[in-house]
Each structure stands twice: as C-alpha cells, then as structure tokens.
C-alpha cells in the first residue's frame, strides 16, 4: 500500500516531463576559453544519441529543443534528417530556437537593427525557422534576441521597440494555429548598456504586441541575484503568459549553473506557484519545461541526468504542499502554519517515492548509476575522442 505522501508525488510525476537542449551536448564554453571534451557532441546525430540516452534511462525527457543555426545546417532542407534521427533515438524534436545573434550581420541587433535590409534578413529566418517547426511538428518557437547596444545614446531604444513589435507581430501571423511563440529576456549580455528585451515586463508587452499565441518564456538564469522569480511566475501566470521555462541556477547572472545547486528553495517556490495555482483554477496549466545548461566542466550526459533528477526531486516536493490548509491559513494570516506548509514539504525525502515511481515506469531507480554501468560514455568517448582533440570554434 503506498502512503498518501507517495500518492501525490505519484500524480506529480506522472505528467512531470521536462526538454533538453541539444547545445547541452556539446563542446561549448565561456567568451575566455574552452575546454573540449572527448565526448562532446559534435553532429545533430550524435546530439540525438545523447539526448536519447538520458530520455532512455530516466523516461521523462522525450523532446530535445534544437537550435537552428547548429541543428539545421541546411535550413529548412535539413529537416528529414532530424525526422530520421528522431526516430532513430526515440526522442523527438522539441523547441525549435532561431539563432538571431551569431553572424556577423547582427552586429548592431536583428530585429532592432538601424538598417531595414537586416531586420528583413532576420525576419526571414524566423519565418524559416516557423517552417522548420511546423514541418517537425514542434508546438514551440522559442526567441532569445542578443539585440542591445553597449554605448548610451548610441541607439534609439523607443524606436527599437516598435520595430521589435512590428517584425514579432509579422513572425506571428505565420505561426499555424497550433504553434506558440515564446519570448525570452535577459537583463544584460552580450549587450551591456542596454538590451531590447531585458525583463520580464517588456517581454510581457511585445509578447502582447506580436498576439494570442506569444507568451512569455523564464530563464531562471536571466535575473539579478535578489529578484523574486517566482512572483514574476504567478503574475504572468494570473495574465495567461506564462510560456514555459529555461531552467539552469545562477551565482551571479547568467552562469548556466545546474538547477538548484545554488538555491534549490527558489525552483521550490516557482514550483509552488505554478502548482498552487492549477489547485486554485482546477486547470491544467500549459508550461513547457525545459533546461538551458551548457556544462564547460562537468560530463555533459551526467550533468543532464543530474539536473533532470533535481527537478523531479524540487516538483515533487512541491506537489506536497497541502493546497487546502495552505488556502485557509493565508485567509486568517496564520503566517508561521502558512510558510510551515512549504517549509515541511521542501524538506521531505521524495526520494524514495521517486525511485519507487521509476521502477513502477520500468525505468532504472538511479539513472546516473545506470548511465555510468551502460558501458555509453565509454563508447563515445573512443569514438569521438580524436576528432573532439582539435579545435572546435562554434559555440555549440
Ligand atoms: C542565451 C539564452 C538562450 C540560449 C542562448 C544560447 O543566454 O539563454 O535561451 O539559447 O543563451
Ligand atoms: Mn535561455
Ligand atoms: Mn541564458
């Protein structure tokens, strides 16, 4: 007989799934330097590999997102071999995210740039990149602009913003009906002065501009270290714009550290809303969950099935939270039995009940051991290794 407690995390995980990047598997690094690992992913395919291993061993991951720059060497006709590979290695093809930020035209911004022809350009890579997901049937194009400018009064920030709505709200209207778009921010970097789309609220606003089917996307990596994430999280969830995620912790700013290994208590409380929120609806809500981590250090597969692990852990915890009592004790302001409930559910041992979860989906209790008994890094790692010695000069 399983206890109540492991009911709940039973039902939390159930429909618990979460994407990973396919950049999350390759050699990548900081703007100092990189250090290459033998095993890196170099191709779609062997992205594909990857990814396919960590959805293998914990069951959970069954999309990877996929960067059109270095996903789609060929553009749109790259599109079939994705399909193959995708059917190759069991997981399918999951946000499609435009690349916007790395040739050398988008010197001054994309769709902010001061010259027409450029905004063109990166306005028919969206829809290129629209077309690409329509094709793989992926629900999601998921819009990172680097776009900002590092010296004051260099640029016209107001006229900047009317053309990130003009050219949002044309990439809108070629979305299928099914399709969403979503908008990410970022406070700073690689713009330093100023960035376009720098927080939460003027992703809010464009997302509005461009129409009904943009939301809002939340890089948890994207904040300055003292703003309240998850407040963000319910305001845009109280509008209908919350989007999804790009989960990774962070130090200091954007620092790709993995999630929760700085604040595990934060994902908590985001995972807390969300859930708090569909109690209070009684709606299922529509948040696609994925991960933006690219590991410079650690072993790109381990550290996948690590940060997946952590998640399941921080939603499950928060899936404990009694709802009830919790709606109660705000009413009367009883603050210590209200912030009690978070407290004693984050500090409960989920673990076991996951592990029991896992055996009950046939998939190994302990992914990582797994992973490390398969005898895979190995294999990649003799397959990969000559090629990976040499200089890699993309990003990923
Ligand atoms: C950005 C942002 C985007 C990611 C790029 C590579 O900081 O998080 O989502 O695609 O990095
Ligand atoms: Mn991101
Ligand atoms: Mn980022």
């Known amino acids: 007989m399983k206890?109540?407690?492991?009911?709940?995390?039973f039902r939390a995980l159930e429909t618990f799934r979460i994407e990973i990047p396919s950049w999350g598997f390759a050699n990548t690094g900081t703007?100092?330097?990189?250090?290459?690992?033998?095993?890196?992913?170099?191709?779609?395919?062997?992205?594909?590999?990857?990814?396919?291993?960590?959805?293998?061993?914990?069951?959970?991951?069954?999309?990877?997102?996929?960067?059109?720059?270095?996903?789609?060497?060929?553009g749109t006709k790259s599109t079939d071999l994705v399909k193959s590979l995708s059917d190759r290695y069991g997981v399918r093809p999951g946000s499609i995210n435009p690349n916007l930020f790395q040739e050398q035209i988008y010197k001054y911004g994309s769709f902010g740039n001061p010259d027409k022809a450029v905004r063109a350009r990166a306005l028919q890579h969206m829809k290129d990149s629209i077309e690409i997901a329509a094709e793989l049937n992926s629900r999601d194009v998921s819009l990172w602009f680097a776009d900002g400018s590092n010296y004051p009064g260099t640029m016209n920030i107001r006229q900047r913003?009317?053309?990130?709505?003009?050219?949002?709200?044309?990439?809108?209207?070629?979305?299928?009906?099914?399709?969403?778009?979503?908008?990410?921010?970022?406070?700073?970097?690689?713009?330093?002065?100023?960035?376009?789309?720098?927080?939460?609220?003027?992703?809010?606003?464009?997302?509005?501009?461009?129409?009904?089917?943009?939301?809002?996307?939340?890089?948890?990596g994207h904040h300055y270290a003292a703003q309240n994430i998850e407040q963000i999280v319910a305001w845009l969830l109280s509008e209908d714009m919350l989007g999804g995620f790009h989960f990774n912790d962070r130090r200091y700013a954007d620092d790709d550290l993995t999630l929760g290994s700085i604040d595990p208590y934060q994902v908590f409380?985001?995972?807390?809303?969300?859930?708090?929120?569909?109690?209070?609806?009684?709606?299922?809500?529509?948040?696609?969950?994925?991960?933006?981590?690219?590991?410079?250090?650690?072993?790109?597969?381990?550290?996948?099935?690590?940060?997946?692990?952590?998640?399941?852990?921080?939603?499950?915890?928060?899936?404990?939270?009694?709802?009830?009592k919790l709606d109660t004790a705000q009413k009367?302001?009883?603050?210590?039995?209200?912030?009690?409930?978070?407290?004693?559910?984050?500090?409960?041992d989920v673990r076991p009940a996951i592990q029991e979860w896992r055996t009950s989906k046939g998939v190994p209790a302990d992914p990582m051991e797994a992973f490390r008994q398969s005898g895979y890094l190995e294999r990649i790692t003799s397959e990969r290794a000559a090629r990976n010695s040499q200089n890699v000069s993309s990003y990923a």
């Open 161 to 220: 913003k009317q053309w990130f709505e003009e050219y949002l709200k044309t990439s809108h209207d070629e979305l299928a009906p099914d399709q969403r778009m979503l908008v990410e921010y970022k406070p700073f970097e690689p713009a330093f002065y100023h960035t376009d789309i720098a927080d939460w609220g003027m992703a809010l606003l464009l997302a509005r501009a461009a129409g009904p089917q943009a939301k809002v996307l939340v890089d948890t």
């Open 31 to 74: 703007r100092f330097g990189k250090f290459l690992q033998p095993a890196a992913a170099a191709t779609i395919e062997e992205k594909f590999s990857d990814a396919g291993q960590v959805h293998l061993l914990t069951g959970v991951c069954p999309t990877v997102a996929l960067h059109v720059l270095w996903d789609f060497p060929d």
């Open 269 to 324: 409380r985001i995972f807390h809303e969300i859930l708090h929120f569909a109690w209070e609806t009684e709606k299922d809500t529509d948040i696609a969950y994925m991960i933006d981590q690219s590991h410079n250090l650690k072993g790109k597969i381990e550290a996948m099935i690590q940060t997946v692990t952590m998640a399941q852990q921080l939603y499950a915890k928060a899936s404990l939270v009694d709802h009830a």
């Open 332 to 348: 009367k302001a009883e603050l210590v039995t209200a912030e009690s409930l978070l407290q004693d559910a984050f500090a409960t």
């Open 3 to 9: 206890s109540q407690q492991t009911e709940t995390v």
